[in-house]
């Protein structure tokens, strides 16, 4: 999710960073700090984030995924929530082929001049490349790592399952394959035929819930688990 909303944030005059002091994404333009904090869906982590953020910035949003019905209780729930939390909104359209960002809620601004946010500031202007914001492990995704990563957000969404039933929800017909070969440790045999993922995939999902791919392939998961 970061490429698009720093793309918005860009867009608007700021200097736009990831990964600074903890924060997914910190932005600077005049004295106007802003920090958005990103999830694959919205969480009590991801308030407790964005409230702690408060102290030091002068708006903070958190960012999800757009959801599939924006009617959805929930959804509309979380947006009164952070209406009164003072916490903006931003949804990322991972599901459209052209990924942008839009701001649903600005927060109450507030300007912040403390050391949390002085020290924001200068990690910010003193970089000269910038880092993926919300990504704690970047790998090199390969056609095949692609594969696998699609296999494991299914299996994640629902449950164990044969090779032909992760082929019949859109996987590639080389599934059985990959789930034999198991080369990165993802996968293992429940039963006869059936798979589904290990720790150490479920640990890779968490750790890089925020990567585009990731937070992509699960949002289809959940399309196709709420289809079946």
Known sequence: MYEPIKKLLLSQGFIVRGEVKGCD???VRGDDLWIVEMKLSANITLIYQAMERQTAASSVFVAIPRP???RDKN???LQKLLKKLE???????LDSPVKHAEILIFP?????ANKKSEAIKKEIF???TDTTGGITKEKINTAYREKCIKIACLLEAIGEST???LVSCGCEK???AILRANYFGWFEKTSAGTYNITESARNYLRDNESAPLIAYYRMKSVEILNNL
């Open 25 to 27: 994404i910190a932005a």
């Open 68 to 70: 599939k019905n924006a």
């Open 75 to 77: 959804f509309c729930r």
């Open 87 to 93: 916490i903006g909104l931003i949804t990322v359209a």
């Open 108 to 112: 109450c601004e507030k300007k912040r």
């Open 126 to 128: 003193g970089r000269k």
């Open 163 to 165: 090779a032909k039933e």
């Open 174 to 176: 080389n599934t059985s």
